[in-house]
């Protein structure tokens, strides 16, 4: 039997059939098996990621797959994600902190359009179907740009701000005469004035700008006498401007780490009001509207987080504010 094959193969007429054999139909053949192996591998196998990790008990991985993002100009928002996590801990968030280019306050419209569509579409490429801007400076600045001109070209994609919920828990608590503290970015664009307007007119809105209270957070001052000093004055400032007020509301995402100053310095005994919670149970309520996004999300409860600066002084700031460690990992955006 091998003779006869042997004496085949050397025969030139079958050698050149066998040759085009080959030629017509084993090399296509490849080809094709190499594609749909190139196709499974992008398509299917980032979907099953998110699971392995959670078999292996490792909450923080890499994944690819339809998680929440959300977005600020350093650890401020981190103050948001907290409070979701405790709320809807079960889906995945990836987490991205702009510290190096922070503060977000002092920058000009185009610049915050800029940075936080930056930070939009690397939170896209990172999987996120769904993103939220965890900073007030870009929500009242950049977002509806953003939405209106950028996010066309991404349909199923959305983008959600931090200042709408706020406004509308708030508005429901019969407040008349509201202090606003955010950067300057926030408050020159009248973003909390108009939105309480919208929803009712009789609430008085006195704003004012604290712009060294994000920086000192970032630098990791917060608890510190130079902290408190610069809490005191502003509050001092305000309170000239707004002494009838009834209740305060932090309107920026790093103000929450210096809460206590701001209660300990103010000389009325008022509700102050963080955005934490009340973007969380706003998040909640969205999905819950939205079933159509909410069934794509991943449910591992598998937390990523990342900034553009020092990893090590966020973590450091992070791990304080949770009360555990925290692994937070350097990116360019």
């Given at each position: ?201 009789d609430i008085q809105v006195f704003s004012h700008a604290c712009p060294n209270w994000g920086p000192m957070v970032e630098q990791g001052m917060v608890g510190t006498e130079e ?66 996004i909410e069934s794509g999300l991943e449910k591992n409860s598998v937390y990523q987080y990342f900034v553009t600066g020092d990893p090590v002084l966020a973590q450091k700031i ?16």
């Open positions: 039997m091998s003779d006869l094959f042997c004496s085949l193969i050397k025969n030139r007429s079958v050698s050149k059939f066998l040759r085009h054999l080959a030629g017509r139909v084993i090399w296509p053949l490849v080809v094709a098996l190499t594609i749909l192996v190139i196709n499974v591998i992008k398509y299917y196998i980032p979907t099953l990621l998110p699971k392995l990790y959670f078999v292996n008990g490792h909450k923080y991985g890499i994944l690819y797959f339809n998680m929440i993002g959300f977005f600020d100009s350093g650890v401020g928002g981190l103050t948001i994600i907290e409070e979701v996590h405790k709320l809807i801990p079960e889906y995945s968030t990836v987490y991205l902190g702009d510290s190096a280019r922070a503060p977000y306050g002092n920058k000009t419209h185009d610049e915050l359009v800029k940075y936080a569509w930056q930070g939009a579409e690397w939170l896209f490429a990172k999987g996120c179907d769904l993103v939220i801007f965890a900073c007030n400076s870009a929500s009242a600045s950049a977002l509806r740009e953003i939405q209106q001109q950028k996010l066309q070209k991404f349909p199923d994609k959305r983008i959600l701000g931090v200042i709408g919920p706020t406004v509308e828990e708030i508005a429901k608590r019969g407040h008349k005469n509201i202090l606003v503290l955010s950067t300057v970015a926030t408050k020159e664009s009248g973003a909390y004035a108009n939105e309480f307007k919208k929803l009712n007119p902290m408190f000093l610069d809490v005191k004055r502003e509050i001092s400032e305000a309170e000239k401007k707004a002494s009838d007020y009834d209740a305060v509301l932090l309107a920026c995402t790093h103000y929450p780490y210096v809460q206590d100053d701001v209660k300990r310095a103010l000389y009325k005994n008022v509700p102050v009001y963080d955005q934490g919670g009340l973007v969380a149970l706003s998040l909640k309520g969205y999905l819950l509207r939205h079933p159509e992070a791990s304080e504010r949770f009360g555990f460690d925290v692994d937070i990992k350097h990116v360019t955006v």
